[in-house]
């Protein structure tokens, strides 16, 4: 029996490998670079989380997301953030409707660009705060309430947000209980000079990729499953909760830099990010069993957002990555602890 169980979890694990490698190839096709960019993004895909991707202007973050949404069979939703919009138009209103032939009127509800299953959130800090809380009960409850009426959404569904970094003139921070719904925040940095060149060789030579669709939504709620199937050994689970809970300030695991600069730190949903995104990981490199490691490469994305700096970190221009990366020096794996 168990013979037959390893053999189940790892034809299941070589399938996964092969359907994640088959839709990186496609978005590959128009993105140069940006790999663990876009490893982070079909991580929070393949887990069933969101994804907040942080970067300036003309980086390539909305056409990352276009092109995800090309390789799926998903139907898709854009929203454009601007200062005037508000939260009827992402959600959507009732409409007084007339019956052409009895001429009777009647409301009728006109669904938003928040009804799809895969919703791209394009600078999410350039709204109002009322109109940002707007997405909290999709992102959290897959479902949205209008009036008296209450509308659950399609399964898989999965927001994927871009935002300015936040000194930017005309940004709105988001709040921290809409910054814990995202499973990854990723960071898009600036491409290097051999990626530069590929980008405009590209761009400028009337090349257009064609992005073949490679998964439907029952494939990724089927591997979102296997996910959770993944075996978390009880010292590698202890580490993780260790590990997140160093981040509490003068708590039983808190390091010097969390004490020294940290506000408040993470809630339980990190906890739950580090988890799966670490079994995630562990898929990848074909093992159905995570590992310290995974937990430690899971670590910085999982809880960068949920991290909030006191006034002397942001004074010293101490980032949450800087505190985060003491976390992991610091913390003891168990057998470390052991010895």
């Not at 109002?128 to 509308?151: F, N, V």
């Not at 405009?200 to 064609?210: E, I, S």
């Not at 809630?267 to 490691?293: I, M, W």
Request: a negative charge.
């Amino acid at each position: 029996m168990a013979d037959a169980a390893n053999l189940n979890a790892e034809k299941a694990t070589e399938e996964f490998r092969a359907k994640f490698k088959r839709v990186r190839d496609e978005v590959g096709k128009a993105i140069v670079g940006h790999d663990q960019v876009i490893e982070g993004v079909l991580t929070c895909l393949f887990v069933g989380g969101h994804v907040l991707l942080e970067g300036v202007p003309g980086l390539g973050k909305t056409y990352l997301i276009r092109t995800l949404s090309e390789a799926l069979s998903l139907s898709f939703g854009r929203i454009q953030f601007t200062p005037d919009l508000m939260p009827a138009d992402i959600i959507g209103t009732n409409m007084l409707r007339e019956d052409p032939k009895t001429g009777a009127k009647s409301f009728e509800f006109q669904k938003g660009p928040l009804f799809a299953q895969m919703v791209l959130a394009d600078e999410i800090n350039r709204a109002t705060p009322k109109t940002q809380s707007a997405m909290l009960e999709a992102m959290q409850e897959h479902a949205i309430t209008a009036g008296t009426q209450r509308y659950k959404l399609e399964e898989p569904f999965f927001v994927m947000a871009t935002q300015n970094p936040i000194e930017q003139e005309g940004t709105y921070p988001l709040p921290e209980a809409q910054l814990d719904r995202f499973f990854y925040k990723l960071v898009v940095e600036y491409s290097s000079k051999d990626e530069l060149k590929t980008i405009l060789d590209r761009t400028t030579a009337g090349h257009q990729p064609k992005i073949e669709p490679c998964m439907t939504g029952q494939e990724i709620l089927g591997a979102q499953n296997l996910v959770r199937q993944v075996v978390m050994a009880p010292h590698v689970q202890d580490y993780a909760i260790r590990m997140v809970m160093a981040t509490h300030p003068n708590g039983p695991y808190a390091v010097e830099d969390t004490n020294t600069y940290v506000r408040w730190g993470s809630s339980p949903r990190g906890a739950q990010s580090v988890t799966l995104g670490a079994k995630l990981l562990s898929l990848l490199d074909g093992r159905f069993n995570a590992s310290f490691e995974d937990v430690q490469r899971a670590y910085l994305p999982s809880l960068r957002h949920r991290v909030l700096l006191n006034f002397e970190g942001e004074a010293e221009g101490i980032s949450t990555d800087d505190v985060l990366k003491e976390i992991i020096n610091k913390t003891p794996t168990l057998a470390e602890v052991a010895a």
